[in-house]
Each structure stands twice: as structure tokens, then as C-alpha cells.
């Protein structure tokens, strides 16, 4: 932090211009993100106790719900705060803490959704010789880098962020500390700043985007030169759930964090906003539930066990008592 910062505290502002929906907001909110995480801990305990789906395809989509959880664990709980709470604030140490782990994370799920795009490459193109190709050494490496260079590009934006002075109004227009929001509160932000932060959002979105499009284009030209139909759908249904996630997330992202902004679009991406972070990692577990058959079944057996383990639980109580 520069020492000639003179704002200790931000006021996040979010859905106060909306006074009569805080109480439904909340509502629906609350009810998203207990839907979020019981379904991607439930996809999570459903790979893990699977052995047939101890491959690499589940293992990155397990890593990706861990991933998704997570960063709905930064922002929806204090979204939820200060919806019932007078007093908004956030100090600037909090507000430095939540933007690196939000765009750590979310920088992390890009990639990982990169390493995903890969594997069905790989699976496809090269069937006979998939688990040499991607072994577990492999996936953990793909993993780690995924998470190392997220972490450090979000550093990166944080460090560049906080060491501006801001002494002028501690207002963000937003629900969590977002780049933009915060940003346009410093004295001294220039265009370098802007440009710089810019140029590492779109090293994160663009440069996984094309990964993930170069490998697409390889996979479709491999399955228009299969014979027949029978295995062109089945090499495309597996790759169809990872590519209408890719197209909801790189969708709402883009838009929001790659075109110029202006004080007056931060109504508008405080909208998308809640769309990225609350909606599509609530679909994101559905579309994979619904359109992988394995992940059905498995789930299914996940729930069966849980309905046996709690009348257990409670019967065992009722005898000790």
C-alpha cells in the first residue's frame, strides 16, 4: 500500500439503490448458495467414492467444482451480510484480500477449464494411447499451473490496485470489491494502470479462451472425419456439458471485464455480475449432472447412501438416549 493513501475504509453500495428487494434479494441468494455448494460437494463426494470415474476427465471437473465453490465462498456470504446490515464497509486490507482470491480463483477456473478442453482432445484424438498421455503426474501438473498462474496474475492486478492513493470518495458501486468499482475511486489511476490491468485480464480470458478454441477446433475436425454418426455424437456428447459451460462463463466474463468502461456501465455490470457469480456456478454443476449419464448414477448412489445414513444416525441416537 502506498503510503499516501487516505482511505481506510470502502462503503460497498451494491443493492442499496434497492431498498425494497434486499430482503428477496437475500432470499435468493441465500437459497442459490446453498444450492451451489450442496451440488458441487455433492459432485465432489460422488467422483471421490467412484472408482470408475477415477480418470482424468472427472478429476479436473472435480478440481473445477472445488474451484467454483470456493469463489463463491469470497463473495456470496458478505453479499448476504450486507444485505441485512446497515453498516457496509470494508476495510482496504478486506477489500485487497477478497479481490486477490476472487480473481485468483476465477483466473484458476479459466485454465482449468483450458487443461479440460485438452483432455478431450486427447481422449479423442488418441483413445489407445490416453492414460500414458494423461497420466496423474500430468493432471496434478496442469492443476498447479492452472492454480500458480492464476495466483499470480490476480497478485499482480492487487498489488498494481492498491498501491494507488484513493482520496477521493470510498463509495464502490458494487456488491464485492471488483476491479473497475475500485479503481475509478484513485487519485492517480492513469491509462498504463488501465491498460496494464487490461492486458492481464485479457492474458487470463482471451489466452484460455484460445486454448480451449484451438483444442475444439481439433476435436471437431477429428469428428467430422469419423465414419459414423453413432460415434460422432458420442465423441461430441463428451465434450458438449464442458463447452456450454465455457460459452456461459467466458460469455458474461468478457463482456463485463474486456470492453471499456465508463462510471456509468457499473449498474449494469453489478447486474452481470451477480450472473457470473451466483448463476452461472449454480448451472454450471447442473449441466454436467444432466448431461453425463455417469455423473447421474453416481450422484444417485451418493444420495441413495445418504437416505440410509441418517435414519441410521437417528435410530443410534434414539437408543442411546
Known sequence: MGNHTTVSTFLLWGFSSFPDLQILLFVMIFFSHATILTANVSI????????HLHTPMYFFLCSLAFSETCTTMVIIPCMLVDLLSDSKTISLPECATQMFFFFGLSSSNCFIMAAMSYDRYTAIHSPL??????????????????WVVGCLVSLCIVIMVFNLSFCDSNIIQH???DISPVVCLACDYTPYHEMAVFM???????????????????????????PSAKGRYKAFST???????????????????????????????????VTYTVLTPLLNPIVYSLRNEEMQIALRKVLDSTHRFIPQMVNKRTLNI
Open 175 to 177: 456488491f464485492f470489491c
Open 239 to 273: 465434450c458438449s456439458s464442458h463447452l456450454t459451460v465455457v460459452c456461459m462463463h467466458y460469455g458474461f466474463a468478457g463482456f463485463v471485464y474486456l470492453r471499456p468502461k465508463d462510471s456509468g456501465s457499473f449498474g449494469e455490470d453489478m447486474l452481470r455480475a
Open 44 to 51: 465432489m463426494v460422488a467422483i471421490r467414492l467412484t472408482c
Open 129 to 146: 494411447h490416453y492414460p500414458v498421455l494423461m497420466t496423474r503426474k500430468i493432471c496434478f501438473q496442469l492443476m498447479t499451473a492452472s
Open 200 to 226: 492481464l485480464s485479457a492474458f487470463v480470458l482471451v489466452g484460455s479462451f484460445i486454448l480451449i478454441m484451438i483444442s475444439y477446433v481439433f476435436i471437431g475436425s477429428i469428428i467430422m472425419k469419423m
